[in-house]
């Protein structure tokens, strides 16, 4: 349809006086509606920018970050199920900051026997628990699994005063260390290593009844520096069990000694290959350097399982050695199946790595190190070539942990082998999302401790991302779907959460520890508020390259929220500080609708608002130039004569117009309209959004408009549009392929649509049964 405007210089200062006026109207309707605090710039928000942090969100001039390094030997007592560990930290203070002490990360003390973390949360009776909930919480005493620190030195061996208070240790130190030195100290310790069956614990080992094996998958297993920066200075917010990590990057160099017979990898490169493998496996990781397509074998089950029936009372030590990494971890067994593929990563190769017991498999022998392979090269063309050697997933139950180079993944067939989809997706969704965590935070490093979703939701929203190119590279692994099954990132995903009780939800920038349900707060909602950003409010060529500009920025370094926030906006040129205070500072919600639809007809008589209008201020329609007005259809139209709407030619204002200020050709050109109409729309969920609206008219065309989001700015309570038209309009649809995340579509359609009931869909679903 064509809209047409018809403007007159000569009385253009009362088309501005009764436009203000009606909005001044429209807006009074709402008290407190009309304000711009939706549209408010976010400079009370933000930190003022400085030197370390530039107002584009970019790294300032005087950025620095502080650097520790490693060095250190670790034994697995595999039949007692306990570490020991001795390391030398060597901490470089590249701040302009003289430090009085070092803070250091004990997080296994989480999980002390008397650990406070057992205390956080209040409960009530529940209306009933499993056997095994109710025997771990009323019958069995706590774990005790926290760190026995066994010394603490300086280099030359003298003792170094500490402070442990909960997950943290306050070093202190004999004299400041200036900017620009370093300090090197040594800690001894051990602890007993948790069932991480047992409460989810996110480092551990699984206990195998049936061979008596256990596979260990360790992490957050060594005394570990805190980060010190230009935000916060020292960064020591106790561990309490949801907020993830904040850490410095360093240099490692780890030797770890465990049972001759087990097979072990882990952050790094493997200095010793000859001395831990056997010569079968070295022939066979030689081919898998150069095998681009499918894995290879560097042990096969039928190894896994000859191996399973020994416990060797003999040791290895593998020697690993890591650069510019923020953690380690590792993983070891007797039991593990080991596969190797080649991916090219720009001029380089990186190894994609999976580790699996039997119990895995076939699920994990065929689609593990598909999925790293594939996680890989997609998060690289959204945001920088992969930088490390290697890639390693895990198969663990029931976990989903992440670490430089390696992770942990759940998805286990039946005992006999047999699986569901939905065991098959969630491994494969599992696999992307933890081997993407390379990418965010282990790279692109920010702050999981305090801002969870910087690395869980832009890691959920780039595995959305990677999911559906996963189903078009590989469609027989989804068939008989049309497209791959993500469980978060579609818009309508996350209404459920979204649209329930305000009482337990939070802001997007809350601290993990303090929302009540932390998969869609971290997860879920800020994957979708990106996917509905990059789709439908800055479009995918916009986002992509704002999107790349962070990740290069901060690619090794810390970035804050407001530095992924001004950057988006710094490289796209869109001002997102709307769209940043409705979707992660407020818990506002979308729900848009069609309020109300008014029927007009033409005319060049005064209507009834500028009679009102002309009435207030004591003038006649005498005090007027020629005007064309459209007039609202009532009780009081001639139905018969407005049935197919007036042409404009029963206004001689308009008439005379066209004549007058057109040529022929132009003249010929128009589509006059026959049909207006003023359609409010309201916004009771006062988050705003592109209003994007398909019309229906009665010739069967179908129009659809995208409005932006700045329609909202003066009233975030509804907002009228007049739609002129030369067919009868017969429907208006918001939001007809549901982009927005609208929470109630029963309000989106004219004519109201009919809704089935939940009765009516279970009824449905009896009948398909």
């Not at 490692?252 to 049972?259: A, G, L, R």
């Not at 030689?286 to 009372?313: C, N, R």
């Not at 189903?471 to 995903?493: F, M, Q, T, V």
Request: contains cysteine; charged residues 25%; aromatic residues 14%.
């Amino acid at each position: 349809m064509i809209r047409i405007k018809y403007a007159f210089a000569s009385i253009l200062f009362l088309f501005a006086a009764v436009s203000f006026a009606q909005e001044q109207e429209g807006n009074e309707k709402e008290p407190g509606h009309y304000n711009q605090s939706k549209f408010k710039q976010l400079y009370e928000e933000f930190a003022t920018p400085n030197t370390y942090r530039s107002a584009s969100g970019a790294p300032g001039p005087d950025y620095y970050q502080q650097q520790a390094d490693y060095k250190m030997d670790i034994r697995l007592d595999d039949k007692n199920a306990k570490i020991y560990g001795e390391e030398t930290i060597t901490y470089t203070n590249n701040s302009p900051d003289a430090l009085e002490y070092l803070w250091v990360q004990l997080d296994q003390n989480v999980r002390t026997k008397d650990s406070k973390a057992l205390l956080k949360n209040g409960s009530g009776v529940p209306i009933a628990d499993q056997p095994k909930t109710f025997v771990g919480k009323y019958m069995t005493a706590p774990f005790d699994g926290g760190f026995v620190i066994e010394h603490v030195k300086d280099d030359s061996g003298k003792a170094l005063p500490h402070t442990i208070n909960f997950t943290m240790m306050r070093v202190d130190l004999p004299a400041p260390l200036k900017s620009g030195e370093k300090f090197s100290f040594n800690v001894k310790w051990n602890y007993n290593i948790p069932d991480h069956t047992v409460n989810r614990a996110r480092s551990g080992y699984e206990y195998f009844a049936e061979d008596g094996n256990r596979a260990y998958v360790i992490a957050q297993f060594f005394p570990r520096m805190a980060v010190y920066n230009d935000v916060e200075g020292w960064q020591n917010h106790q561990f309490w069990g949801n907020g993830e990590f904040a850490l410095p990057f360093g240099d490692y160099e780890v030797n770890i000694t465990v049972p001759a017979d087990h097979i072990l990898d882990g952050t790094g490169v493997l200095q010793n290959r000859k001395e831990v493998y056997t010569k079968e496996m070295l022939r066979r990781y030689e081919q898998a350097k150069k095998s681009y397509d499918k894995p290879v074998m560097i042990v096969t089950q039928a190894e896994a399982e000859a191996a399973e029936k020994g416990f060797s009372d003999k040791t290895k030590t593998w020697k690993l050695k890591a650069e510019n990494v923020r953690d380690f971890g590792f993983a070891t067994s007797r039991k593990f199946i080991w596969d190797m593929q080649a991916v090219k990563m720009g001029n380089r190769d990186v190894m994609a790595v999976s580790m699996y017991p039997k119990e895995g498999n076939p699920l994990w022998e065929e689609y593990s190190t598909k999925a790293v392979a594939h996680t890989l090269r997609s998060y690289s063309s959204h945001t920088f070539d992969y930088p490390y050697p290697k890639a390693i997933s895990v198969h663990a139950k029931n976990q989903g942990m992440e670490y430089p180079m390696i992770c942990w993944n759940y998805g286990r067939p039946n005992a006999d082998g047999t699986y569901s989809d939905r065991t098959k997706y969630g491994m494969i969704s599992v696999i992307i999302h933890e081997v993407g965590h390379n990418f965010f935070p282990m790279i692109v490093n920010s702050d999981e401790r305090q801002w969870g979703w910087m690395d869980e939701g832009l890691d959920t929203f780039m595995q959305y991302i990677a999911e559906q190119e996963f189903g078009e590279l590989y469609p027989e692994a989804i068939a008989p779907n049309d497209k791959y099954p993500s469980r978060r990132g579609d818009p309508a995903k996350i209404v459920p959460y979204m649209s329930g009780d305000q009482s337990t939800i939070a802001p997007i920038m809350s601290n993990p520890e303090n929302v009540f349900q932390l998969g869609p707060n971290a997860y879920g909602k800020p994957a979708t508020a990106l996917n509905i950003l990059r789709e439908t409010v800055m479009g995918r060529e916009l986002f992509d390259h704002a999107f790349k500009t962070y990740a290069q920025r901060w690619k090794f370094k810390h970035p804050t929220p407001e530095d992924f926030f001004r950057t988006m906006e710094d490289a796209s040129a869109v001002d997102l500080d709307w769209y940043w205070r409705g979707w992660f500072y407020t818990t506002d919600y979308v729900d848009m609708g069609v309020k109300n639809i008014k029927k007009y007809y033409v005319s060049d008589r005064p209507n009834k608002k500028m009679q009102a209008y002309l009435s207030e201020r004591g003038m006649t329609e005498a005090d007027l130039r020629p005007l064309v007005y459209l007039e609202e259809m009532d009780e009081t139209s001639d139905e018969t004569e407005l049935k197919n709407g007036l042409p404009s030619e029963t206004s001689k204002t308009l008439k005379e117009y066209m004549m007058d200020n057109m040529t022929a050709a132009e003249r010929a050109a128009v589509k006059e309209p026959k049909y207006f109409y003023e359609i409010t729309y309201n916004s009771p969920g006062g988050l705003p959004m592109p209003l994007i609206v398909e019309y229906t008219y009665a010739d069967g065309t179908v129009e659809n408009i995208t409005y932006p989001p700045e329609i909202w700015r003066k009233n975030s309570s509804e907002v009228m549009i007049v739609v002129s038209s030369a067919s009868e309009l017969t429907g208006v649809e918001i939001d007809p392929k549901m982009e927005t995340a609208d929470i109630d579509t029963t309000n989106n359609s004219w004519p109201k649509k009919e809704q089935e009931s939940d009765f009516d869909k279970m009824k449905e679903g009896i009948k398909g049964e």
